[in-house]
């Protein structure tokens, strides 16, 4: 009897579930669609998150001055934040034009 590849041998019915053959290569290519599918779909559904500066280390790190001087500038309002509890978020973008704004008012 000759060897059949999986195209060349019957389904088989056990139970009303149809079982039908399949070769290696089949298998091997439908892993590399999937697992392609899934990467792109991940890497479009989460563009680059904003990066957000979190605390007064980070901000002070960001402007180039120091802790105090970094408090002193959020507590005179100045730049917009987000305050939860005791974790502060400031966007780096927002916190420029800020800057900016206030630097073209003086």
């Known amino acids: 009897m000759k060897n059949m590849n999986a195209k060349e041998q019957p389904t088989v019915n056990i139970g009303g579930t149809v079982y039908a053959p399949i070769d290696i290569d089949e298998i091997r290519e439908m892993i590399h669609i999937a697992v392609e599918s ?44 987000t305050q939860n509890g005791r974790i502060v978020l400031f966007d780096p973008d927002r916190v420029i034009e800020a800057l900016e704004k206030n630097k073209a008012r003086r």
């Open 38 to 81: 899934a990467v792109k779909k991940n890497t479009r559904s989460s563009p680059t998150q904003k990066k957000f500066i979190k605390g007064i280390h980070e901000l002070a790190k960001f402007l180039n001055v120091s802790p105090s001087k970094a408090q002193e500038i959020k507590n005179s309002g100045i730049i917009p934040y």
